[in-house]
């Protein structure tokens, strides 16, 4: 019987430990960003508006959302990795627990500093996740599987997807404001910093040879796209 080297057991332990820890810190800061007011993320508008529409808990919708997409890596021939699946499973329920326990302050400076706080939480709760290498969200593996399917630049997949849900959102009720423009400008440099810092080394065995057990073949450093 082999036994784990203890360098290996504490990466693994590691590794889930920041992929629960930033899903559900992932929750919360979407949360803190919904009750701002001031604007959203393309998909959590998409998920605001459907919200509205049908009268679903956004949680819920979240992950009829995940879902939704993660079935169109099959024609894509991606591989969902653990930390994918819990992606799409967790973060909504989160949502529909912290959403009550936050209130909309009046002063828009107060909302302001609501916003920035939970898009600083989710940038690290990101970090967080990506860097725990179980697996990218499943709208990253919908923009990296496009890219390696059919050639297509990531960014115009990205811009395409994203106007388009953004779009429809609106139009469904969902908000838009300034706070939309900062997520767009600000997520992706903020994750630039807090991934490299957060993400989980592979474990070497003593030969100098092996990965920590659990690594996938899905992950990835994409910058997330709301989830």
């Known amino acids: 019987m082999t036994l784990a080297h203890p360098g290996s057991t504490r990466i693994a332990v ?98 302001i500093l ?3 706080g939970g898009l600083l939480l989710l940038s690290i709760a990101t970090g967080l996740y990506i860097g725990a290498r179980f697996g990218p969200g499943p709208r990253d593996g919908l923009m990296t599987g496009a890219h390696a399917r059919f050639g297509w630049a990531v960014w115009k997949v990205r811009t395409g997807v994203e106007v388009t849900v953004l779009a429809i959102g609106w139009l469904l009720g969902g908000t838009v404001g300034f706070g939309t423009v900062a997520f767009a400008l600000l997520i992706g440099p903020m994750v630039g910093v807090a991934l490299p810092r957060l993400r989980v080394p592979e474990a070497v065995d003593p030969a100098g040879a092996g990965t920590a057990p659990g690594a996938t073949d899905a992950d990835t450093d994409e910058a997330p796209t709301g989830g």
Do not use: C, Y
Not at 17 to 26: I, K, R, T
């Open 14 to 111: 590691r590794r889930w430990a920041q992929l629960l820890l930033g899903l559900a810190l992932f929750g919360v800061a979407v949360s803190m960003m919904i009750r701002a007011e001031i604007g959203l993320d393309p998909w959590t508008v998409f998920a605001q508006g459907l919200e509205k529409q049908t009268g679903i808990s956004i949680g819920v919708v979240v992950v009829l959302i995940g879902a939704g997409v993660l079935l169109l890596w099959i024609p894509l021939r991606q591989r969902p990795g653990i930390g994918t699946v819990l992606n799409v499973l967790l973060i909504g329920p989160v949502m529909d627990l912290t959403l009550p326990l936050i209130t909309t302050p009046e002063p828009l400076w107060a909302r």
């Open 114 to 116: 609501l916003f920035a």
